[in-house]
């Protein structure tokens, strides 16, 4: 189940999450809508990240792999060309360069997709946004959810609402 609350301003926002924070509710399962940008100072609702692992890790794995079938290729199917060696650094090194770059942007924007949500199946229902209000929502178990209507009554919700997981 999700529960939301509109909040009319960012201090009231920030005070609330950190309160659910202060209960032991996970930042991932918090999200906060606005018609705006937001910036939190920093620590409010602050997630790691994996996307620069990533990123190094895939641009590592298919430069190498890149380079790997470019030798093996050469030394499978020998064309000897003018005396040239078999395996040269300099006629594989520009498409060792884009393929890592490939790699790269490919893993970034992998993680990117998975970070934002954007491939999971179970995603949160995003709410209607007006301009006037910030709306925040959190995933809770039902049990939870009393306390956590209080709580956010407390740190200044206008509105609290409960919404049924449709999964």
Known sequence: MYLRAEFSDVEATAAAVQMMSGTGVDKRDIEVFSARPVAFERGILDRSSRMSLLAVVSAIVVGSGSTALMFYTQLD???????????????TGVITFELTMLGAILGTVGVFLWESGLLRKNRSPAPAIRDDVLTLQVRCDPERAERLVRLLADSGAIQSTRVEDAS
């Not at 199917?77 to 006629?91: H, K």
């Open 77 to 91: 199917y020998p064309l000897v060309t003018g005396g040239m060696p078999l395996n040269s650094g300099w006629a």
